[in-house]
């Protein structure tokens, strides 16, 4: 499956953001999918996951309460809704997929998905 992400900018700290993730290539509501982002000089971290269905979710406990993950799976795209948004967040921000097969429970570990996006940046103003 082939990952895009988009809706990465400029944006004031205390904003909002929502980036997307549209698919291709294989059919969608096979895949869990996850949000993660690298900060400049830093490792790649878990932001958020979600599974085939779109009936659970997961944070990491940074954005807990201010990002929110969705999916469309008639439109083969998984947004990232971000709100209060704070200086630390800026980043670049990458989608990633996995097979939902035998596979119920968030995964946090980056090298545990096979497929990811190219990347959006964002970044948070003062």
């Known amino acids: 499956v082939q990952l895009q992400a988009s809706g990465g900018g400029l944006v004031q700290a205390g904003g909002s953001l929502r980036l997307s993730c549209t698919a291709s290539g294989r059919t969608f509501s096979n895949y869990n999918l996850a949000w993660f982002r690298q900060a400049p000089e830093k490792e790649r971290e878990f932001v958020g996951w979600?599974?085939?269905?779109?009936?659970?979710?997961d944070y990491a406990d940074s954005v807990k309460g201010r990002f929110t993950i969705s999916r469309d799976n008639a439109k083969n795209t998984v947004y990232l809704q971000m709100g209060s948004l704070k200086l630390d967040d800026t980043a670049v921000y990458y989608c990633?997929?996995?097979?939902?097969?035998?596979?119920?429970?968030?995964?946090?570990?980056?090298?545990?998905?096979?497929?990811w996006g190219q990347g959006t940046l964002v970044t948070v103003s003062s």
């Open positions: 979600i599974l085939w269905s779109g009936g659970r979710t």
């Open positions: 990633a997929a996995r097979t939902a097969y035998n596979s119920p429970a968030p995964i946090t570990a980056g090298d545990s998905y096979f497929y």
